[in-house]
Nanobody, 116 residues
Framework: QVQLVESGGGSVQAGGSLRLSCAASGSIFSINTMGWYRQSPGKQRELVAD???????NYGDSVKGRFTISRDNAKNTVYLQMNNLKPEDTAAYYC??????????WGEGTQVTVSS
């Protein structure tokens, strides 16, 4: 059984910063891609950023230049540093990993609220 534990969400004013963490534990076979998605009410879940084991990062257009994704393979942990936050970044943020078999696992989500 695989568990993803997210932390670091909260409320911040526009222009502020937050750092999200997601730690994976359990019976995991060789994590490949780790990533963050977000979803706000009435909208589809969208990719924020992901990072394969190779380390080549991929970002959604709306967060490029403001967010940075990184991972610590020894700790099975992925991070999302979010700077210059905007009210439109308000959403529930979800961690996702894909293991070596192609199986995907999702976290339960952490809320990020940015006030103007």
């Amino acid at each position: 059984q695989v568990q993803l534990v997210e932390s670091g969400g909260g409320s911040v004013q526009a222009g502020g910063s937050l750092r999200l963490s997601c730690a994976a534990s359990g019976s995991i076979f060789s994590i490949n891609t780790m990533g963050w998605y977000r979803q706000s009410p009435g909208k589809q879940r969208e990719l924020v950023a992901d990072i394969p084991r190779s380390g080549r990062t991929n970002y959604g257009d709306s967060v490029k230049g403001r967010f940075t994704i990184s991972r610590d393979n020894a700790k099975n942990t992925v991070y999302l540093q979010m700077n210059n936050l905007k009210p439109e970044d308000t959403a529930a943020y979800y961690c996702k990993i894909r293991d070596g078999w192609g199986v995907e696992y999702w976290g339960e989500g952490t809320q990020v609220t940015v006030s103007s």
